[in-house]
């Protein structure tokens, strides 16, 4: 069974901060992370994605995860943060493999930009 | 135009009453599923569809029922709603070609159901 944790569930940056979202997962097969984010009132939105290959991971407006094997983590950054970024960011997870169509979700978390 | 829509976006009704959500898509995708949103607990699988004849519950499906009327329509229907099934409901799609290599999962906007 997988499980995400994400860390905070309420995150306040100023803008132009560097923004840190936290997102650990348990997984008993090589697994597939997703970033996605729900601006207020919409659906939820891919940001980013890991599968295989690059653990380095580049997404849309800007942001960027690591895949840690060793510390079961899939982080995201952006270096420098926007009053656009606002928004709940969840990270999820699956499995590769004939399970991938599953996804896993973690409880959230919301990020406040502060001017 | 939205790839994957959900209507109605906004629906109050009582407790007891039947309620249906519907979704439509345009990407094409044979997978289709339902979820629900909760403060504080992030999305939860209700019931998912690799085809029209393949439907399967999720992680919490008590209460629920679904319908692939098409591959491109998606129903979730409320038999007798409850105060505690207030909550947004999304709808997601997945192509099966990309399974196991690129499985990603599109949304709808969202429902935002109240049971009163």
């Known amino acids: 069974a997988q499980s995400v944790t994400q860390l905070g569930s309420h995150v306040s940056v100023s803008e132009g901060a560097l923004v840190l979202l936290r997102c650990n997962y348990s997984?008993?097969?090589?697994?597939?992370l997703f970033w996605y984010v729900q601006y207020p009132n919409q659906g939820l939105q891919l940001l980013l994605k890991?599968?295989?290959?690059?653990?380095l991971v580049k997404g849309i407006n800007g942001f960027e995860a690591e895949f840690k094997k060793s510390e079961t983590s899939f982080h995201l950054t952006k270096p420098s943060a926007h009053m656009s970024d606002a928004a709940e960011y969840f990270c999820?997870?699956?499995?590769?493999?004939?399970?991938?169509?599953?996804?896993?979700f973690g409880k959230g978390t919301k990020l406040s930009v502060i001017p | 135009d939205a790839d994957v829509t959900q209507t109605p976006r906004n629906r109050i009704t009582k407790t007891g009453k039947r309620i249906m959500l519907e979704c439509s898509q345009t990407?094409?995708?044979?997978?289709m599923y339902w979820y629900r949103q909760d403060p504080g607990l992030g999305l939860r699988l209700i019931y998912y569809?690799?085809?029209?004849?393949?439907?399967n519950k999720g992680e919490i499906s008590d209460g629920y029922s679904v319908s692939r009327q098409a591959q491109a329509k998606f129903s979730l229907s409320l038999e007798s709603a409850i105060p505690n099934q207030t909550a947004l409901y999304f709808c997601?799609?997945?192509?099966?070609?990309?399974?196991?290599?690129?499985?990603?999962?599109?949304f709808g906007p969202g429902t935002r159901l109240t049971v009163l």
């Open positions: 997601a799609t997945s192509d099966s070609s990309l399974a196991g290599v690129s499985d990603t999962q599109y």
């Open positions: 997984s008993s097969v090589p697994p597939y």
């Open positions: 890991y599968t295989t290959g690059a653990t």
């Open positions: 999820a997870v699956s499995d590769s493999g004939a399970g991938s169509y599953q996804l896993t």
């Open positions: 990407k094409g995708h044979d997978r």
């Open positions: 569809s690799f085809d029209v004849k393949d439907i």
